[in-house]
């Protein structure tokens, strides 16, 4: 199965300020198709988790834009250019190129 | 709108079988594919298995042995067994819809104990 890690496992920042979290995976997530299926969800505390973004970079239609997705083959980042207060909650990345599709254990992030 | 809920026991005892349901509304069965997928507490979500719009499954190896996924779509449900539950399968159960996973249930809390 493919392994994905994400660091950090928190962050903790004050709104306003840019946060980055990693993802790689332990294969490459590119393909036969040429598309690269890493996906971000959100779980915000108490809530069932939600889409944010798919094929490494494009945003769902309510995500808003300050939330950016990049990367290729196995490294990929998610960020925020300025977290605001609704961001709070565990980041997940998951790919779905290889099954089982597999998830990342979570990167927490905490409002000061 | 799009809507996933889940529903089934809340608590199971050891060796027996869980059955769940997923009752979906607006949109069809035959038209996306609904995954199922569980959380115990605290960690990351696992991905268990998945029906197909047209009628096929696949499962996550791991499970395979003691998981079904089936669906009824006259009644716009998905249904899910898992058989040989031990306490390691405690958590939340989700179903969600498509190969994004893009729409999640509220999920179902799920105890294995005696």
């Known amino acids: 199965d493919v392994v994905m890690t994400q660091t950090p496992v928190s962050l903790s920042l004050a709104i306003g300020q840019p946060a980055s979290i990693s993802c790689k995976s332990s294969q490459s997530l590119l393909g036969t198709s040429g598309k690269t299926f890493l996906n971000w969800i959100l779980q915000r505390p108490g809530q069932s988790p939600k889409r944010l973004i798919y094929q490494v970079s494009k945003l769902y239609s309510e995500v808003p834009d300050r939330f950016s997705g990049s990367g290729s083959e196995t490294e990929f980042t998610l960020k925020i250019s300025r977290v605001e207060a609704e961001d709070l909650g565990v980041y997940y990345c998951?790919?779905?190129?290889?099954?089982?599709?597999?998830f990342g254990s979570g990167t927490k992030l905490e409002i000061k | 709108q799009v809507q996933l809920k889940e529903s089934g026991p809340g608590l199971v005892q050891p060796s027996e079988t869980l059955s769940l349901t997923c009752t979906v509304s607006g949109f069809s069965l035959t038209s996306y594919s609904v995954s199922w997928v569980r959380q115990p507490s605290g960690k990351g979500p696992e991905w268990m298995g998945r029906m197909w719009y047209d009628g096929d499954t696949a499962y996550n190896s791991a499970l395979k042995s003691r998981l079904s996924i089936s669906r009824d779509t006259s009644k716009n449900q998905v249904f899910l067994k898992m058989n040989s539950l031990q306490t390691d399968d405690t958590g939340t159960y989700y179903c969600?819809?498509?190969?994004?996973?893009?729409?999640w249930g509220q999920g179902v809390m799920v105890t294995v104990s005696s």
């Open positions: 998951w790919q779905g190129t290889h099954f089982p599709l597999t």
């Open positions: 969600t819809r498509d190969l994004g996973l893009s729409y």
